[in-house]
């Protein structure tokens, strides 16, 4: 045996004591040494989906299990190897370095997991600043930031209180920082598999291992998760695709482990996908973060600006100016904190001291008429039925009595004009009944309120009751 043949035998025993034998053989049983030269290390594994999975998950420990040999190796190159030949010395695919040190927006958090944005399981890549350390609570977010905790405190073994956890809120209002929060918190102990994604990066997943004909491995991986956390629901397409991410979502919860969702809606709100999956969705915790009230506007800016005078130490914003931009821009935590940035940059590259006159000019489009309220069916349902003496029940049945059809058809009325739903999605939410039916009842009253006063007082009434 070689001396590099031989090093590398105890790298392999180092690397199966720290990471334990079922680990091993998943990922590095396959992984050969291909040579040692200067400060650099060249491994190959047999597929890319190997070589994304350790890149994003392993660098750090196979690199210091080489250190503990070889102090002067500083680099591992990672490659994929040919399956006629042990090297592709041209075709493979460059080689990624893996580094001891922490890039530099990482250092504050070197111990959170090292995040991939290529390749299959890489993971979707994680922002540094996502943590619960700089998530704001306040009275439109406390549950499901209490339910985060739960869940990224939780140990490997601990019984799951609730699965899946289902997130959903409007557009800047805090999804996203939660989940790389959980994601964060619960990578940086090493004890539990923790892996954040995007729907998009889901179905890039998923479709990749079908063209390379590796999807047992991905769907495998994918199971081994202990965390699966999944962004943006709202966007996975495909009937095979939400198959498989129906199957994954199955064996998880059954297997006990831990999976957290969010999208920008409520699970029976999500019409692009399969029936089964809506139901083992709504089957755990769903949980709605409000829209941002005042107060809880005045905390992020508060945060924001600390955050920023980490960088900047002289930067300040006076009282007067934060209760201006709490009180005027109310659409969403992003255009909070576009509203600093603008100050800070208008400050640091004119050097003068931000003023109330400043901000209001610096972020006057920014200050926009107060958001709707988002109405749902359900409370249509509930206001028509009260309103007209009659069930909710009775709505979605399929009674045909004249003190039913007209508070039904009132009700599919104001659904399709106070909501975004299309007309097979009411007339599901309205006993499954079908399209047509419910553009007949649209049409229907659409007429009579265009002569009958009497009915058009009614459902003015209504719609206000319901934008209140």
């Given at each position: 045996m070689t001396m590099e043949q031989d090093r590398w035998s105890r790298v392999k025993g180092r690397l199966r004591s720290s990471v334990g034998e079922d680990v091993y053989t998943s990922w590095f049983a396959r992984m050969d040494l291909e040579g040692v030269q200067d400060e650099s290390v060249r491994l190959s594994v047999p597929t890319r989906f190997l070589k994304s999975w350790i890149q994003a998950h392993y660098a750090e420990r196979v690199l210091s299990c080489w250190q503990a040999e070889m102090p002067e190796v500083h680099r591992i190159d990672l490659t994929v190897r040919s399956a006629v030949r042990p090297v592709v010395p041209k075709e493979a695919p460059a080689p990624v370095e893996m580094r001891r040190t922490p890039t530099p927006e990482l250092r504050s958090t070197a111990t959170a997991p090292v995040s991939a944005n290529h390749d299959a399981l890489g993971g979707s890549p994680l922002d540094p600043r996502l943590t619960f350390a700089s998530f704001v609570v306040g009275r439109s977010n406390t549950l499901a930031h209490?339910?985060?905790?739960?869940?990224?405190?939780?140990?490997?073994?601990?019984?799951?209180?609730?699965?899946?956890?289902?997130?959903?809120?409007?557009?800047?209002?805090?999804?996203?920082?939660?989940?790389?929060?959980?994601?964060?918190?619960?990578?940086?102990?090493?004890?539990?598999?923790?892996?954040?994604?995007?729907?998009?990066?889901?179905?890039?997943?998923?479709?990749?291992?079908?063209?390379?004909?590796?999807?047992?491995?991905?769907?495998?991986?994918?199971?081994?998760?202990?965390?699966?956390?999944?962004?943006?629901?709202q966007f996975l397409q495909g009937k095979s695709t939400q198959a498989e991410f129906c199957?994954?979502?199955?064996?998880?919860?059954?297997?006990?482990?831990?999976?957290?969702?969010?999208?920008?809606?409520?699970?029976?709100?999500?019409?692009s996908l399969d029936d089964r999956v809506r139901s083992r969705l709504a089957g755990g915790l769903v949980v709605e973060m409000g829209s941002l009230g005042e107060e809880l506007r005045h905390g992020i800016l508060k945060s924001r600006v600390a955050a920023a005078r980490a960088h900047h130490a002289t930067f300040e914003v006076p009282e007067e100016v934060l209760h201006y931009l709490a009180r005027t821009i109310t659409h969403n935590g992003r255009d909070l904190e576009g509203a600093i940035n603008r100050l800070l940059a208008h400050s640091k590259l004119n050097n003068r001291p931000v003023t109330l006159e400043m901000a209001e000019h610096e972020v006057r489009d920014l200050v926009r008429p107060q958001e709707p309220k988002r109405i749902k069916i359900e409370d249509i349902q509930r206001v028509v039925a009260r309103q007209y003496n009659v069930s909710r029940s009775d709505l979605l049945s399929s009674r045909r009595t004249a003190n039913v059809v007209r508070p039904r058809q009132v009700a599919m009325y104001l659904a399709k004009t106070l909501t975004l739903r299309s007309l097979p999605e009411i007339g599901r939410r309205f006993g499954g009944r079908d399209h047509t039916t419910v553009l007949h009842a649209v049409r229907k009253i659409e007429a009579l309120v265009s002569k009958d006063n009497a009915l058009s007082e009614e459902v003015e009434s209504l719609k206000r009751q319901l934008q209140e």
């Open positions: 209490a339910a985060a905790r739960q869940v990224a405190e939780g140990r490997r073994g601990d019984p799951v209180m609730f699965n899946p956890l289902y997130i959903h809120a409007g557009v800047g209002l805090g999804k996203t920082h939660l989940l790389q929060a959980v994601t964060w918190a619960g990578n940086s102990g090493n004890e539990r598999k923790v892996l954040y994604l995007t729907a998009e990066k889901f179905m890039y997943g998923f479709v990749a291992a079908l063209k390379t004909q590796t999807a047992l491995a991905f769907k495998e991986a994918l199971r081994g998760i202990d965390v699966l956390v999944i962004d943006d629901l199957h994954t979502l199955n064996a998880l919860i059954d297997a006990g482990r831990q999976v957290v969702i969010a999208a920008d809606r409520p699970p029976s709100d999500l019409e």
